[in-house]
């Protein structure tokens, strides 16, 4: 992985105000793959009674994920926006614990890419949630 991208994905994460409120860290990067933390924080639960993280933060955060692993990907551009995002839910995630987030993008066509996720807490083999997404391939205008 280039110098380059990963200057990027950190640029595209510090950018978003939402991913500096839920404390977003680029933990691994490589050509179209990317994973993110996400600290366990009590003003991110969703769940007071469980003390749950809450699905929207869950969410935000994969959505991210995907962003970050287009920009990783040696043929997309250098801009890119969530188009399509589903996301499933398998269970809530374990109290007090990090959520991470890994994200691939497996095929870029000339304006969009494609990605797969997934996101789990301590045990990687029970996921939190899978998604798939769509997000654009652009390029910043040459001034």
Known sequence: MSRDKAELAKEFISA???ARALGLELVALHDGV??????????????PQRGVISGGAVTAMMDTA??????AH???GDTTATLDLRIDYMRGAEPGQSIRARAEC??????VAFVRASAWDDDANRP???AAGAFTVGRKSQS
């Open 66 to 71: 995907g962003g970050v692993a287009v920009l």
């Open 128 to 130: 939190i949630a899978s």
């Open 106 to 111: 497996y095929h870029v066509t000339r304006s």
């Open 34 to 47: 990317a994973e993110l933390v996400m600290p366990y924080a009590e003003h991110l639960i969703g769940d």
């Open 74 to 76: 040696p043929e997309a």
């Open 16 to 18: 978003l105000p939402y």
